[in-house]
C-alpha cells in the first residue's frame, strides 16, 4: 500500500530563505508526482508536475526533483516570500489513477 | 474559460439529514474524481467516475455515501443520514482522460451538527 511522507510538518523562516521541502513514498510504481499549494479554507492549487519518467520540472522560484527509484521528491523555493505561506502537499499517482497525498508541509514566511 | 466549479462552498446539515455536493468539471473534461479532508488530517481519495460509470470507489465508506456523474449535468456526492464525523472539506477534481493532470476545485465544506 502506498504510503506518502512529508518532512518538515511545519515551517517558519524570514522572508529570502531558500527551502527544501521533502516528499517520500513507499512505492516506487508511480505513474507521476504533483505538487499542490493550499491556501487555508481554499481549494489546491497544483504547482508542478513530474512525469515519472523526468527528473526535474521547474515554474518560477518553484523547481521540484524526483528520485522514483529511492521513493523521494524534493521541492526547493528560491528567495521565499510572505506571499508563499501556505501548506504545501504532494500527491502520488498510480495507474489507478488516483492521487494519494502527504500530510503537508505548513510553511509560514514572515517579514 | 471556467474551472471546476463546485457547490454549495458552505453546507451545514443537522444529523439525520442528506447532504448532496456538486461537481461541474473543466469544459472537455470527462473524469471526475471526489477527496475528502478530514479536520487536520490529509486528503483521501474517495470515488473516480467517468460519465456514467464509476470506475475506482475504493475510497467510498461502504455505507451512506453514494456519487454518480450522469450523461448530463455535474456529478453529484450523496451522503445520506449524516452523522457529525462526515464534517469535513470535500474536493473534486476533473482530468481530460486517465494519466492526465487534475485540476481540483475549490472545495464545499460541510459541517454537521
Known amino acids: 500500500k502506498q504510503e506518502v511522507t512529508q518532512i518538515p510538518a511545519a515551517l517558519s523562516v524570514p522572508e529570502g530563505e531558500n527551502l527544501v521541502l521533502n516528499c517520500s513514498f513507499t512505492?516506487?510504481?508511480?505513474?507521476?508526482l504533483q505538487w499542490f499549494r493550499q491556501d487555508p479554507g481554499k481549494g489546491l492549487t497544483s504547482l508542478l508536475l513530474?512525469?515519472?519518467?523526468?527528473r526535474e520540472q521547474t515554474s518560477g522560484r518553484l523547481n521540484a526533483s524526483l528520485d522514483k527509484s529511492s521513493g523521494r521528491s524534493t521541492l526547493y523555493i528560491a528567495a521565499s516570500q510572505p506571499g508563499d505561506s501556505a501548506t504545501y502537499l504532494c500527491?502520488?499517482?498510480?495507474?489507478?489513477?488516483?492521487?494519494?497525498f502527504g500530510t503537508g508541509t505548513r510553511l509560514q514566511v514572515f517579514p | 474559460n471556467a474551472g471546476v466549479m463546485q457547490n454549495p462552498r458552505h453546507l451545514v446539515r443537522r444529523r439525520g439529514q442528506e447532504a448532496r455536493l456538486r461537481c461541474s468539471p473543466m469544459k472537455g473534461h470527462s473524469h471526475v474524481y471526489w477527496y475528502r479532508q478530514l479536520p487536520e488530517e490529509g486528503l483521501k481519495f474517495m470515488v473516480y467516475l467517468q460519465k456514467e460509470n464509476i470506475i475506482d470507489e475504493s475510497g467510498m465508506p461502504k455505507e451512506r455515501f453514494s456519487a454518480e456523474f450522469p450523461k448530463e449535468g455535474p456529478s453529484i456526492l450523496r451522503i445520506q443520514q449524516v452523522v457529525r464525523g462526515d464534517s469535513a472539506a470535500y474536493f473534486c477534481?476533473?482530468?481530460?482522460?486517465?494519466?492526465?493532470?487534475?485540476?481540483f476545485g475549490p472545495g464545499t465544506r460541510l459541517t454537521v451538527t
Open positions: 477534481a476533473s482530468s481530460q482522460g486517465q494519466g492526465n493532470e487534475q485540476y
Open positions: 513530474i512525469q515519472s519518467s523526468q
Open positions: 500527491a502520488v499517482r498510480s495507474d489507478t489513477d488516483k492521487l494519494i
Open positions: 512505492d516506487s510504481a508511480i505513474y507521476n
